[in-house]
């Protein structure tokens, strides 16, 4: 039973992951019209952190315990996206970087709470 629990956890934990990846990828040119016109020059590094995200919250999805790893090195990324957001230099929406700091946070303490689940098992 205590296998099941673990299994759901993380399978919604990487869920909340994929989901906010590709929120992050829709985020500039909803948030901020202009982004297309700059072929996204501001959110290069912050789109390429949300693709690796999505992935890695589709393998934590379909396979919650098989590779455990995944757990921090998602936490790991959504902090990077968090500092991206906060010594933002080059440009861009406020909102897309507020937008970057929330959704950031969001995966960041979704994946501790699975590894906190999971190191409590």
């Given at each position: 039973m205590g296998d099941l629990h673990g299994r759901t956890v993380e399978s919604r934990a990487g869920v909340t992951a994929f989901l906010a990846g590709v929120w992050l990828i829709a985020a500039p040119p909803v948030l901020h019209f202009g982004a297309s016109l700059h072929a996204f020059r501001p959110y290069w590094v912050s789109m390429g952190i949300a693709v690796v995200i999505m992935l890695l919250g589709m393998v934590r999805a379909m396979a919650p315990l098989d590779v455990p790893l995944i757990r921090p090195v998602t936490i790991t990324l959504a902090l990077c996206l968090i500092v991206?957001?906060?010594?933002?230099?080059?440009?861009?929406?406020?909102?897309?970087?507020?937008?970057?700091?929330?959704?950031?946070?969001?995966?960041?303490?979704?994946a501790a709470l699975a590894l906190l689940i999971s190191l409590r098992r």
């Open positions: 991206v957001a906060l010594v933002r230099t080059d440009g861009g929406s406020a909102a897309v970087w507020l937008n970057q700091l929330v959704v950031g946070t969001l995966i960041a303490l979704s």
